[in-house]
C-alpha cells in the first residue's frame, strides 16, 4: 500500500467524488479550483471534507429508511 490515505477505494467513482467535493465547496463558500490549492486554510479544506461526509452519511440515511 502506498501510505496515502485519500486514494479512492472505488476508481470509477474518483470523477464523481471530485464534482461532489467542488459542489460542497462552492455550497459552503471555500473557493477550492481544481489543482494547487494551497492558498487554502486547514480549516477550509477540512469543512469540505466534513461536509462532504455529513452529506454523504444523510443520502444514506435516506436509503437506509427507504425514502
Not at 500500500?1 to 461532489?20: H, Q
Not at 494547487?36 to 436509503?63: C, D, F, P, W
Request: charged share 20%; no cysteine.
Amino acid at each position: 500500500m502506498s501510505g496515502r490515505s485519500n486514494t479512492t477505494n472505488v476508481p470509477e467513482a474518483k470523477e464523481a467524488l471530485d464534482r461532489f467535493k467542488m459542489e460542497v465547496a462552492n455550497e459552503i463558500g471555500v473557493p477550492l479550483t481544481n489543482g494547487y490549492n494551497g492558498n487554502l486554510t486547514s480549516a477550509q479544506n477540512g469543512s469540505v471534507g466534513g461536509y462532504m461526509v455529513k452529506k454523504m452519511i444523510e443520502a444514506q440515511e435516506r436509503q437506509m429508511a427507504g425514502k
